[in-house]
């Protein structure tokens, strides 16, 4: 499975549709598998709502959207792959709206509604991907299609009244320099006066809107923070987003191909992601099955109004059990601290550092301003002045594996610079895995402001969440020996200043029922 496709809340039910493979765990024909859930934890299985079945889509329904049109109907719009692979946009709406569950679905017999031909300029290789549709202030629909032109980036953008006879707007919504094919574009509005979620076609005073692109050439995804001015239809990023794959990521680890939608009956935007493997496609086909989603998470807009902020959304604490609490403790250099008494191949951890004295931290360099970069220079291993100081997940009992998520505090120009890294470099005795050490910088202010880390743990995923959700990475490892009852949990500081830990609790999570 990959690309999360249509997330949305219909009749108290929420669907989540997904890009799936049925005849393996390699890439193949996909088809739009969906799942149902009241609590967006436990989820039941149905046969797949789309599958290829005409020529326009013969080679895959590839991802796409849910819209709730007027009158309270849901509506698909997904990429059909037809002959040659050449993409276009098609329609499919539910057989019968009174079954919650929405099981069959049937395709438009306009399809497709939008293609590319010769006398719009769209390459037909690179077209894909429609959004959420919203409605302007001429009362008609819009939608962006991922795209490119040469090396160019591109949310192509469509209108429509009745949302069947589709028209190609003369310029494209936004469009980025240098940043190759933008493939599950997102556009969707946050309000800077509130952490709540807004309807897609929200706008006006105290509205922000965010644009998320997932660049195919790095499997990266950015997102910008901007204006939309909807009776021009251009979307323009504030000053200081940046537009390209150095910018803001929802998450700086494995996430990708992601969704957001607004459930508007807990007034809400949440995010799906897609996390990939880190093993061998010969070990996915081993174990018969490759991809999962990320935990759902909420979003709003930082306080800033610089940047999201994401959370795990709060359904999932209905699956803790058994409490653990540290209590109060300093950290002295080079200590490791079990943490006992839950089961630490599967907990949610929550945790928060103080540092008291910041003079041993250590000086930044001019070059290091690629924190992924710096991570994997600067391990958990390395000591430091002030850090590295975090959580040993994953570990087994004698610390031959780990997967360490950590904070490092650095001395810049005019302020103090708090590094955030997920380390995988001894996450598997496994040598064949992808072993990546991700990372990002965090904009808390150490001075006046305890480090936060919050970490969900299950089995061969490790969601992180810094600051709040100020940054997240999620982390795919494969330990050999730190499996089930294996595992581990410690907190531990290699850095020479000592680290307060003033609370610290952690749960054992019970299973989620999942298709």
């Given at each position: 499975?990959?690309?999360?496709?249509?997330?949305?809340?219909?009749?108290?039910?929420?669907?989540?549709?997904?890009?799936?493979?049925?005849?393996?765990?390699?890439?193949?024909?996909?088809?739009?598998?969906?799942?149902?859930?009241?609590?967006?934890?436990?989820?039941?299985?149905?046969?797949?709502?789309?599958?290829?079945?005409?020529?326009?889509?013969?080679?895959?329904?590839?991802s796409g959207s849910v819209t709730i049109l007027p009158g309270y109907k849901p509506a698909i719009l997904y990429t059909g792959a037809g002959p040659q692979k050449k993409q276009a946009q098609n329609l499919a709406a539910p057989k019968n709206l009174s079954d919650p569950y929405l099981i069959e679905w049937v395709k438009s017999p306009r399809n497709p509604l939008m293609a590319s031909t010769a006398a719009n300029g769209i390459n037909a290789s690179s077209f894909r991907d429609p959004t959420t549709a919203w409605v302007g202030p001429d009362g008609r629909w819009r939608v962006i299609i991922g795209s490119k032109r040469d090396r160019m980036g591109m949310a192509i953008l469509y209108r429509s009244r009745d949302f069947v006879r589709w028209t190609k707007a003369r310029r494209p919504l936004h469009s980025a320099d240098?940043?190759?094919?933008?493939?599950?574009?997102?556009?969707?509005?946050?309000?800077?006066?509130?952490?709540?979620?807004?309807?897609?076609?929200?706008?006006?005073?105290?509205?922000?809107?965010?644009?998320?692109?997932?660049?195919?050439?790095?499997?990266?995804?950015?997102?910008?923070?901007?204006?939309?001015?909807?009776?021009?239809?251009?979307?323009?990023?504030?000053?200081?987003?940046?537009?390209?794959?150095?910018?803001?990521?929802?998450?700086?680890?494995?996430?990708?191909?992601?969704?957001?939608?607004?459930?508007s009956e807990n007034n809400r935007r949440i995010l799906w992601g897609w996390i990939n493997e880190s093993s061998t496609v010969d070990d996915d086909i081993?174990?018969?099955?490759?991809?999962?989603?990320?935990?759902?998470?909420?979003?709003?807009?930082?306080?800033?109004?610089?940047?999201?902020?994401?959370?795990?959304?709060?359904?999932?604490?209905?699956?803790?059990?058994?409490?653990?609490?540290?209590?109060?403790?300093?950290?002295?250099?080079?200590?490791?601290?079990?943490?006992?008494?839950?089961?630490?191949?599967?907990?949610?951890?929550?945790?928060?550092?103080?540092?008291?004295?910041?003079?041993?931290?250590?000086?930044?360099?001019?070059?290091?301003?690629?924190?992924?970069?710096?991570?994997?220079?600067?391990?958990?291993?390395?000591?430091?002045g002030v850090g590295p100081f975090g959580l040993l997940v994953m570990a087994s009992k004698g610390l031959e594996e780990y997967t360490a998520v950590f904070f490092r505090i650095f001395k810049g120009q005019n302020k103090y610079v708090v590094l955030m890294c997920s380390d995988q470099s001894r996450s598997s005795l496994k040598n064949c895995n992808d072993k990546t050490t991700y990372g990002a910088f965090l904009d808390v202010d150490p001075l006046h402001e305890k480090l936060s880390l919050r970490t969900l743990i299950d089995h061969s995923i490790v969601e992180s969440f810094g600051g709040g959700g100020k940054s997240c990475i999620t982390a795919r490892v494969y330990p050999v020996l730190a499996v089930r009852d294996g595992t581990h949990l410690h907190v531990f500081n290699n850095g020479a200043q000592s680290v307060g830990v003033p609370k610290l609790s952690a749960w054992s999570m019970k299973k989620a029922r999942i298709n």
């Open positions: 499975m990959n690309d999360p496709n249509g997330p949305m809340i219909y009749k108290g039910i929420y669907h989540l549709f997904y890009q799936y493979n049925p005849q393996g765990p390699v890439p193949g024909h996909k088809v739009w598998a969906h799942s149902t859930s009241t609590d967006l934890v436990n989820w039941t299985p149905h046969v797949p709502a789309i599958v290829p079945s005409q020529e326009y889509d013969l080679n895959g329904c590839w240098d940043t190759g094919m933008w493939e599950c574009p997102d556009l969707f509005p946050v309000s800077a006066r509130f952490p709540v979620g807004l309807d897609s076609s929200v706008n006006g005073p105290n509205v922000k809107h965010v644009l998320k692109v997932s660049l195919d050439d790095t499997k990266h995804e950015y997102y910008t923070v901007g204006t939309y001015d909807s009776r021009a239809d251009t979307y323009v990023p504030d000053e200081g987003s940046v537009d390209s794959d150095s910018g803001l990521r929802y998450d700086y680890g494995k996430f990708y191909g992601s969704k957001t939608f607004f459930d081993k174990k018969g099955w490759s991809g999962v989603m990320a935990i759902p998470r909420t979003l709003w807009l930082d306080k800033s109004g610089k940047q999201l902020v994401q959370w795990p959304i709060l359904e999932i604490e209905k699956l803790r059990t058994n409490q653990v609490d540290l209590p109060n403790k300093l950290i002295e250099a080079g200590t490791v601290l079990e943490v006992p008494g839950i089961t630490a191949a599967q907990a949610d951890v929550e945790v928060s550092f103080e540092v008291k004295e910041l003079e041993k931290a250590e000086a930044l360099e001019p070059a290091g301003t690629n924190p992924q970069m710096l991570c994997s220079q600067k391990g958990a291993s390395a000591k430091g």
